[in-house]
């Protein structure tokens, strides 16, 4: 008899085997179910805690639109610099896989700097350091360079925050990159596409879908660390509640709000990811 | 058999050093015709898979010359012109790898139809027309919407045939095609191989495959150590090599 697949439940199946499928059945509702009241009696934790906390709920809602204002500036911010890091990303891996010495040593030295110094230290250098920069080259005679490298304070922290994330995720660019057989590579050129097709069409297609996950993470991170502008004066959102809560004594609900923000945004952050890379895994041998 | 035809390979004086010392290739001579199909044996290290990819660059020959259908470009040689040349040659000649290297993130059809469209600048209409032809011809119509990792080894390296005659190669390349198939999806391959070889097709193949080294190659040559140990027809080679190296290598791999 020839071998066919046979679904669940499909005639010739054995009564024992049957049963043995059943019980897998039911072992994977059970887990879906046990997952679900786990979630479900955490969530009732932590709103038992708040309530029992004595939160002023009043006052939170009071203040809820004044601290969802400043999310705008964490919204422009972390969009802005992640789309700088991207460019830059895959600018710094190009050049860390490049056989061109400049080229190499550039973004060598780039992802080595950055990643070295602490990113407050980046901050500060990019709002007040260089200022006089551009002080110091405005005296070696180049008219108008002290005031277009007087940053205000956004523009200041989105080139921070982008060239900071710009040199880690160049490595995992890189390592994305060389993640993709050789013989992917052979394959292109043995069809005679240039070293760049080969890039554009084969290689960072794929690698894309292996650095999704890591980049996702680095987004999640960078929408958090958007609040390190507040630092420059920017009234954005853990800025203000900050300033709110110090000013009424009520830290605690101002602090828990804003983290619930935070949170809920990373939370639909996730779900994008996830949308994403079940569109990108579209190639896969799927099991089920 | 094919004496008045035109040469379509010419490899003169190859060698290929890895690294400083390890000298794989030393000193090969081969021409091909058009139309005929080699096959090249040989243990495994001997260098044949290396001598190929030396036919299209995707290693770099450390001394000879490499002819292909015309374009002859000679090893250490700074040309301007050499990284257009080897573009050129790997546009005339088709290859087909143990590991099939399709692309996993494109469907069979766009697999086919990526080389004419990015190299050769093709309308997507008249790629399309072409590889739907060429999946007939490999008996794979119905997979045209299929991601590879959805098919059989032996589909797979179809696809991967049908993926380099879609650029109307001059010369097909097999680096031991069938070797990482299982025994029973072998055939359906080496099948494929034969119709080409019988259509016309020049072919330089290393592969392990009697069948197709004994009733379908012209010619067979046997490499050992980076030299020719031995060539000549099938029926010569097969049934009364000069050489007994040949032997005991044909008695260890039949």
Known sequence: MMAKTMHPGAAGIPLEAQQVLQQIETKKTKYKRNMAIAFAV?????????????????????????ILAGSGYTFLVAFLA???????????????L??????????TSYVSLIRGTPLLVQIYMWYLALPQIGKALEGYGIPGIQRLLTLPAVPAGILALGVCYGAYMTETVRAGIQSIKIGQTEAAKALGM?????????????????IIPPVSNEFIAMIKDSSMVSLMGVWEMSYRALKIGRRHFQSLEMLIMVAFIYWIMCVLLQFCQEKIEKHMARGDRRIS | MMENSTTMVKITNVHKVFGKKLHVLCGINLEVKKGETVV?????????????????????????????????????EDDKKRENHILDIRKKTGMCFQSFNLFPHMTVL?????????VLGQKKKQAVLYAEELLDWVGLTEKREEHPSRLSGGQQQRVAIARSLAMKPKVMLFDEPTSALDPELVGEVVDVMERLAKEGMTIIAVTH????????????????EGVWIEEGTPEKIFNNPDQERTRQFLAHIL
């Open chain 1, 98 to 107: 490049s056989k061109n010495p400049i080229f190499n040593s550039i973004a």
């Open chain 1, 42 to 66: 955490l969530f009732v934790f932590m709103i038992t805690g708040l309530i029992v906390l004595g939160l002023d709920f009043k006052f939170m809602a009071k203040w809820l639109p004044f």
């Open chain 1, 82 to 96: 992640i789309s700088l890091a991207c460019i830059l990303a895959v600018v710094g891996a190009l050049g860390r």
């Open chain 1, 194 to 210: 240039t070293t760049s097709q080969t890039m554009k069409r084969i290689i960072f297609p794929q690698a894309l879908r292996v």
């Open chain 2, 209 to 224: 495959e009697m069948h197709f080294a004994r009733d379908v190659a012209d010619r067979v040559l046997i490499m050992d």
């Open chain 2, 40 to 76: 090249i044996l040989g243990a495994s290290g001997s260098g044949k898979s290396t001598l190929l990819r030396c036919i299209n660059f995707l290693e770099e020959p450390t001394a000879g010359t490499i002819e292909v259908d015309g374009i002859t470009i000679t090893a250490g």
């Open chain 2, 110 to 118: 766009e697999n086919i139809i990526e080389g004419p469209i990015t």
